[in-house]
């Protein structure tokens, strides 16, 4: 990638919300810069909603929700498979990932960090380093699931990027009771992150890989 400057980003996302919880803002400055960004999502959760909602709601509100940053409707990349049971498919997710790397060729991959708790998110990631190990990738933060994170990344964020992300989690409402989906967990992380590299907000990564071509 150009130093500074993504034009081709790939969000990894286990499930709809994880793109926006992990690093929204940073979608939201990327796509104002110009650049391209992807999501793509693995898993509706059909199996694992509150009791009461519709089997198609995850995908309503991810639609709804990446309007806000914006990423066109044609980038949400959406593939169905059960939640919680990523790991049974692990070779098909490969192949996926491998078949998005030669279709997009990204030059900045987001991911889940491979010390996540979350089965799904742990393999996500392990298969994303497998195929994008010829490209920048960062791993997101998701604090509720890490068991460690190094924050060895950080992107400035502005009141304007932040809001964007907020915006973008008010429409996941099937998934309003969790405590990292209020407006003031995202503002707070935003700020701790900010204070570390003395702006007002910003989000935090892990590097696993650089490269410039």
Same mark, same amino acid.
């Given at each position: $990638?150009?130093?500074?400057?993504?034009? #081709?980003?790939?969000?990894?996302?286990?499930?709809?919300?994880?793109a926006?919880? @992990? /690093?929204?803002g940073?979608?939201?400055?990327?796509t104002?810069?110009?650049?391209k960004v992807?999501?793509?999502?693995?898993?509706?959760?059909?199996?694992?909603?509150?009791?009461g909602?519709?089997? @198609?709601?995850r995908?309503?509100?991810?639609?709804?929700?990446?309007e806000?940053l914006?990423?066109?409707?044609?980038?949400?990349?959406?593939?169905?498979y059960? %939640?919680?049971? !990523?790991?049974?498919?692990?070779q098909?997710?490969?192949?996926?990932?491998?078949? !998005?790397? #030669?279709?997009?060729?990204?030059d900045?991959? +987001?991911l889940?960090?491979?010390?996540?708790?979350?089965?799904?998110?742990?393999? %996500?990631?392990?298969?994303?380093?497998r195929?994008?190990?010829?490209?920048?990738?960062?791993a997101y933060?998701?604090?509720?699931? #890490?068991?460690?994170?190094?924050?060895?990344?950080? %992107? #400035? !964020?502005?009141?304007?990027?932040i809001?964007r992300?907020? /915006?973008?989690?008010s429409?996941?409402?099937?998934?309003r009771? @969790?405590p990292? $989906?209020?407006?003031s +967990?995202?503002r707070?992380?935003a700020?701790?992150?900010g204070v570390a590299i003395?702006?007002? +907000?910003?989000?935090?990564?892990?590097? %696993?890989?650089?490269?410039?071509h």
């Open positions: $990638m150009t130093i500074g400057k993504p034009h #081709n980003v790939l969000v990894l996302a286990p499930h709809p919300d994880d926006e919880l @992990g /690093c929204g940073t979608i939201a400055r990327l104002e810069q110009g650049a992807y999501i793509a999502t693995f898993s509706l959760c059909e199996d694992s909603l509150p009791p909602w519709p089997k @198609g709601v995908e309503v509100e991810a639609r709804k929700a990446i806000e914006p990423v066109p409707q044609a980038h949400l990349l959406i593939y169905r059960p %939640v919680r049971r !990523l790991a049974m498919y692990r098909e997710i490969l192949d996926d990932l491998v078949r !998005l790397n #030669n279709e997009l060729d990204p900045l991959v +987001f889940p960090t491979t010390d996540d708790l979350h089965q799904d998110h742990a393999t %996500v990631a392990h298969e994303g380093h195929a994008f190990k010829r490209t920048t990738i960062y933060e998701m604090p509720w699931n #890490n068991i460690a994170f190094r924050t060895t990344a950080f %992107v #400035n !964020l502005h009141e304007r990027h809001e992300k907020v /915006c973008a989690l429409h996941y409402e099937s998934q009771d @969790g990292y $989906m209020a407006e +967990f995202t707070g992380l700020r701790t992150r003395g702006t007002e +907000f910003a989000e935090a990564f892990d590097v %696993v890989r650089t490269v410039y």
